[in-house]
């Protein structure tokens, strides 16, 4: 028996007061599915700088995946938003769900300023807005644990060819109808990830070949 | 036999190089409903100064309704999007679907500079919010068809005893899929509509007395 | 001697927290000057519902002005904002300087439920706009204590032939660098207001006849 | 006589339908002032892919400078907006002044990811706010003209003592006046980019040590 490696989607739990985290009910979701006949496996990792990655890094190895891409929760904006690139800072405003806020620190001592994504993300934004959802390419995942495991991930697969990137999500309705702003239904979400998911397994090519223009 | 007056909900026609209107799409999904045993009966209206307003005040004729809620899109709100108040003044900075842009002049020459809402906006606005689902009062309609519509519809029912108001949707997904933008899925708006519609018809008082804090 | 009758600018007190308030500071740099060859006499408001308009009556009665432009600062805002409508409502999502937050209560009892500004709000965004600042019409001055204010003035005035309205201020400086958001330099804020209070004074017809499309 | 190494700043030519750019005019405005007791030189910039920094590496090797302060113009940011990073990408929405828009392809090719800017990028925030201007620290200049220019900068820089960074500049309220949004006045441009050259010059440590929290 030949077994086929699974795509790790990992979540996060809630943070900043929040009791819900649309990327960890999308990992939820699509846990022990299959997209494009390829098994997903999932990981909902803490709000923490440190040990999220150490939580990643321990799904990596356990789940040795093909094709790795976290999610994050984003308020404030409006649909799905896929990260060109992800640096090399920890600066954060607030504190995570340990109560650490580091500030202008590197994420990895020594390690490169920046790591693009090596999804093909200009495809993905197509596809999805085909599909009928708002979605754009961010240029940056900001410096909070969202970066963090951003950049974590990317140094951790470096040398492995083994595609990753970031998403982040709009919130919830129900988390939106708490504190305003805009929002997208979690069966949207599922499904627009799926949808990435897929194209980001049959797309050739790193995210520069794959892309082109979009306005 | 005894025949209980409907509710009419009434939207607009897709507009300004859009092919897609929420308000029409969620007029035709509750047309022939029942919200709270009243049943639901629906006009989708031109966008266009004047002849709205013409074919609102037919189907205000025909139907005889107990309650009216009007719907238009608002592109860039989050939520369910309750007007407070029309006011009595056409000012398009785009010509409507006629190619008409009138410019500061009164919806009814002679007629009074507003009317409030005579709908519960902030208990709808409540209800919307506990179910999970953005929502807000608005104090401005703006000066297009949307508020010409609103404030057509106040003056035609100022000395009857029927309720009705205005709510702006937001965009569907596939609107903010092309030009960005907030969105709510359409069953979530239709839902949220015909909620909305359920606490209009249970709730006494005006919309001051039923009113109340919002945060 | 006959002594032509002066235009009355009022601001308000710092509220919410801040320690300025664009409108009493430009208010103060008017105090004095003349405007057209009219003399321009000022009022600086208390932020409290009530006590603000019979203070803003007071001033009405002792200075007997020809014209009256009431200012209020709109954190958010990027330019100059010439209010179109008071309406009826008192509406506080915050407490007021005297820690009042009525809700859903009328202005005044049993008036209308909205007055237009008499000032040719058009024609002053348009000399705002080609005298190099940021200016444009607003359909809502909300439902705090601004609103109030201009509401309250309009219905004072509204037997006699005396033009007045509101304008909305974008913050100083100082107060964005604090709390972030759009700001406008204090110098430019006087020029733009005695600007505006120029065309108010020598422009025909009310704001509808002055008017014009803006884009 | 020794003659001290001076400091450059660079401003970029209008683009995009304007006439304006502050980042020209704030460098005119400098040109051959002293801050800190350093002589200023500057140099405007073509907004094209290229040519940019063509002229920008002419300028480095001519002048010799000991800090570079490159500046660009940035409608929609409300105030002072100092980059943290720059990213290893072309990626242009518009065309650039020439006609030219590249994809997704590397501002330098095989040359690392990003890099950091190498001012004292929160201690010069501080300064700002504590001047009374808006200031805060962005996490992406874009993948424009902008971003090409401040990718080049760092690069040539990179085995260099010499600090170089990016500054983006809201617009002028000429520029507002036409187009909305929010603006700032050219003498407080030029006086928040004269401090925080001071700032720059006198500030030990790289961004991260003498950076901190700002919120």
Not at 113 to 138: E, Q
């Amino acid at each position: 028996m030949v077994s086929v490696a699974p795509v790790l989607v990992t979540g996060f739990q809630p943070f900043g007061g929040e009791t819900l985290n649309p990327s960890a009910d999308v990992a939820h979701a699509l846990a022990g599915a299959r997209v494009g006949g390829v098994p997903v496996v999932t990981a909902v990792l803490p709000c923490v700088f440190g040990r999220s990655l150490e939580q990643l890094r321990g799904a990596l190895d356990t789940h040795r995946p093909q094709l790795v891409l976290a999610l994050g929760q984003a308020g404030g904006r409006d649909g799905f938003s896929i990260e060109r690139v992800a640096i090399n800072v920890d600066d954060a405003r607030i504190a995570d769900n340990a109560g650490i806020g580091p500030i202008d620190t590197p994420v990895i001592h020594g390690a490169p300023a920046a790591y693009f994504s090596t999804l093909p993300i200009k495809a993905m934004v197509g596809a999805l807005r085909r599909a009928g959802w708002p979605a754009a390419v961010s240029q940056s995942a900001g410096t909070f644990v969202c970066n963090h495991v951003f950049y974590g991930l990317m140094h951790s697969l470096r040398r492995r060819r083994v595609r990753a990137g970031f998403m982040h999500l709009p919130l919830l309705p129900e988390q939106a109808a708490r504190r305003g702003g805009p929002c997208l239904a979690l069966s949207d979400q599922v499904a627009g990830v799926a949808l990435a998911l897929e194209v980001a397994l049959t797309t050739r090519g790193d995210s520069a070949e794959s892309g082109g223009a979009l306005d």
